[in-house]
């Protein structure tokens, strides 16, 4: 009787053994499940929030990747040329990197929309500020009535805020803004810097870049801005009349005019800088002759905010006070500005619109390495794309052209200088987006060809 039983007991434990390997077979066969993230710039509910001004947010298709183009024989730039595709559902670049950039919100299969996984890296922050602001003029034919028509209409915001003003600093946008870093956000400068610099921005004037337009029109249903750059190609080029001609002419950083009149014109309306920049100017075109900011009764300031000390600066200046603190401490605005700038006279760009500026029209191979958190447009590239999206026609003269070797960096320099290239600007890519708006008829781009 005993070997029965033992016979059993061996049987029904063999048995029970078969069926657990079994079982576990089957679980491992069974995919895991991971979970899925909302699709979207940033994951951050914090993009979603209004202002108290009744600002919206927008957030457009996703830009085209960009793709290197062809560099120049001769030296070679630290940073990369690319080419700019229209933002349409798929593209692709030209050139032996091709690559297909799917901007289609419809979710793969098996995936519902609302858990499309990201397809931006957060620092990019695809989503900006909407304001509903009146046209100046009613002219007939003005760039925002043709970009349409255009490659870059799928990327062009027509109610992006160009300036910021007292409205625009709220805790709920100090929060939104944090996140990025230099000029394209409001990242290392804390709430109540901003609020005491912006708060005293509280005008209209503050708000538009072309705030005069009414006394300056003259009956012309379309406002004409000339924007110069400083290079080389306007030496002899005799363009001074035809420039200040504009409605409007602006400049940006060592912009000397006495003495070069008759190639770059003698007026400036509009005054583009960074402090930092700025400062370097004074120090670097000294012996060419820039001793600092044109100061005429037209002149306004534009500030390029890269840092605190951009803010500290406005604020200065506006209150007729010295800098308070950081690298310009106890310094005069009045030296840069003259005696008798007023608040009206200054502006500030807006932090969304120069980084929809580097996210949309100048998105370089930079923002893919480690120095992504330096790089961005040029204070010129700023300067003339806020034109584009303030003036009627725009006219671009002393920025780079595809025979820059021909020329020197600056139109003031005693001898030649080749172009300096640097990794926190990608002037070869600026370059092709130049030519580009030129063929578009979005500009008037000068050249010597």
């Known amino acids: 009787m005993a070997l029965p039983r033992r016979l059993a007991l061996c049987v029904l434990t063999g048995g029970v053994l078969l069926y657990i390997y079994m079982l576990r077979v089957s679980v491992e066969k069974t995919p895991p499940t991971r979970p899925l993230q909302h699709h979207g710039s940033s994951s951050s509910s914090r993009d979603s929030e209004t202002s108290r001004d009744q600002q919206t947010l927008q957030t457009p ?43 289609s919100t419809r979710a793969p299969i098996g995936l519902q929309p ?15 500020l909407s304001e509903d602001t009146p046209p100046l003029t009613d002219c007939p034919d003005d760039i925002r009535s ?42 290392g400068v804390d709430y109540h810097t901003l609020l005491d610099t912006l708060s005293v921005l509280n005008s209209s004037a503050n708000r538009r ?22 290079g080389g190609i306007l030496r002899g080029s005799g ?19 006495e003495g070069f009149e008759g190639d770059v014109g003698s007026r400036t309306t509009h005054y583009t800088f960074s402090t930092n920049t700025l400062m370097n100017s004074m120090r670097s075109y000294a ?31 506006a209150t007729h006070t010295l800098v308070e603190r950081g690298p310009e401490r106890a ?25 929809y500026l580097r ?35 725009v006219s671009a003269y002393g920025f780079m052209t595809s025979d820059y070797r021909n020329y020197s960096d600056h139109y003031y320099d005693r001898g030649y200088r080749p172009v300096g290239f640097f990794i926190n600007h990608d002037l070869l890519l600026e370059m092709s987006l130049w030519q580009r708006l030129h063929r578009a008829g979005l500009i008037r781009l000068y050249t010597h060809q």
């Open 61 to 103: 298709s996703a830009p085209p990747e960009v793709s290197p183009g062809p560099a120049p024989t001769g030296k070679t730039p630290t940073s990369t040329a690319a080419h700019l595709q229209p933002a349409e559902s798929s593209s692709r670049s030209d050139g032996a990197d091709r690559t297909r950039t799917r901007t």
């Open 114 to 128: 609302q858990q499309l996984i990201p397809t931006e890296p957060p620092f990019i922050g695809d989503t900006y």
């Open 146 to 187: 043709r970009v349409t028509q255009t490659e870059f209409g799928g990327r062009f915001l027509e109610h992006i805020p160009v300036l910021q003003w007292a409205q625009h600093v709220t805790p709920e946008q100090h929060q939104r803004l944090s996140q990025y870093p230099g000029g394209h956000g409001w990242g």
């Open 209 to 230: 870049l072309l705030d005069d337009w009414t006394q300056r029109a003259n009956e012309s249903r379309c406002s004409r801005c000339a924007v110069v750059g400083n």
């Open 239 to 257: 363009r001074g009349p035809e420039i200040d001609g504009h409605h409007y002419v602006f400049r940006t950083n060592g912009a000397i005019t």
């Open 287 to 317: 012996a060419a002759g820039y001793r600092g900011p044109p100061v005429s009764g037209e002149t306004r300031y534009v500030f390029l905010p890269d840092h605190d000390r951009d803010y500290l600066l406005m604020k200065a200046a």
């Open 331 to 355: 310094k005069d605005p009045s030296r840069y500005f003259g005696d008798d700038v007023s608040v009206e006279k200054l502006k500030m760009y807006h932090p969304d619109f120069i980084r």
């Open 359 to 393: 996210n949309r029209f100048l998105r370089s191979k930079a923002l893919k390495t480690k120095y992504k958190d330096i790089y961005r447009p040029s204070t010129g590239a700023v300067m003339l794309l806020a034109a584009v999206h303030t003036c009627d026609q």
